[in-house]
């Protein structure tokens, strides 16, 4: 992360990262394939800290504050690596595949936000919640990134819309994942009604 706070990502080479490590290169190797495997090692250690620094007297709180909550959690893990964050996101505006990888990660990550918040993140419905917050969240970390206000009361402001705005994907996600459950119920009925005729002959 010290190395990505001063330079890009495409420019840092595992044997950059080893020496800065102070280790060997064959030991690096024995655990990580890449600086991408890094990174993503370093996100699961983060996903860590904040699931362990859950607060029980949130439990009574509605959705929304649980997960701001948490959020804001991850924000507070995150700040030793703000200038990191920064080179990480500028240079996936600059390659889609990078993009795409750290997608991938974020989505992973926010499953578990999600479901630190006591908000279910399994199945397909959970997939496209967990997608959705990563969306969000990337949006608010580009806020927090230039937010240099001790209270971070821009990131906090960008985080509520988020999450009003996430409230409102949720109603519509609810709305047309009840679409198949409508669409079923009447084929049931014509289904019962034919059974019943058939036998009636």
């Given at each position: 992360?010290?190395?990505?706070?001063?330079?890009?990502?495409?420019?840092?080479?595992?044997?950059?990262?080893?020496?800065?490590?102070?280790?060997?290169?064959?030991?690096?190797?024995?655990?990580?394939?890449?600086?991408?495997?890094?990174?993503?090692?370093?996100?699961?250690?983060?996903?860590?800290?904040?699931?362990?620094?859950?607060?029980?007297?949130?439990?009574?709180?509605?959705?929304?504050?649980?997960?701001?909550?948490?959020l804001?959690?991850?924000?507070?893990?995150?700040?030793?690596?703000?200038?990191?964050?920064?080179?990480?996101?500028?240079?996936?505006?600059?390659?889609?595949?990078?993009?795409?990888?750290?997608?991938?990660?974020?989505?992973?990550?926010?499953?578990?936000?999600?479901?630190?918040?006591?908000?279910?993140?399994s199945?397909?419905?959970?997939?496209?919640?967990?997608?959705?917050?990563?969306?969000?969240f990337?949006?608010?970390?580009?806020?927090?990134?230039?937010?240099?206000?001790?209270?971070?009361?821009?990131?906090?402001?960008?985080?509520?819309?988020?999450?009003?705005?996430?409230?409102?994907?949720?109603?519509?996600?609810?709305?047309?994942?009840?679409?198949?459950?409508?669409?079923?119920?009447?084929?049931?009925?014509?289904?019962?009604?034919?059974?019943?005729?058939?036998?009636?002959?």
């Amino acid at each position: 992360m010290t190395l990505l706070a001063e330079n890009r990502l495409e420019q840092i080479g595992l044997a950059e990262v080893a020496g800065r490590a102070g280790i060997k290169l064959s030991q690096l190797r024995a655990e990580f394939g890449s600086t991408l495997a890094i990174l993503a090692a370093h996100i699961k250690e983060i996903d860590r800290a904040v699931l362990a620094g859950g607060d029980a007297d949130m439990a009574e709180e509605p959705a929304r504050e649980r997960l701001f909550e948490v959020l804001m959690r991850r924000l507070e893990a995150l700040a030793p690596y703000k200038e990191a964050i920064r080179s990480i996101m500028y240079s996936a505006r600059r390659n889609p595949g990078l993009a795409f990888a750290l997608n991938a990660m974020a989505m992973r990550s926010q499953h578990w936000m999600l479901e630190a918040a006591g908000i279910r993140a399994s199945g397909p419905r959970g997939v496209l919640r967990a997608q959705g917050a990563a969306l969000m969240f990337g949006r608010v970390l580009s806020v927090w990134v230039d937010d240099e206000e001790q209270g971070l009361d821009r990131t906090m402001a960008a985080l509520g819309r988020g999450l009003n705005s996430a409230e409102r994907w949720a109603g519509f996600l609810d709305d047309l994942c009840a679409i198949p459950c409508m669409l079923r119920g009447p084929r049931r009925r014509r289904r019962r009604m034919r059974d019943a005729e058939a036998g009636a002959a």
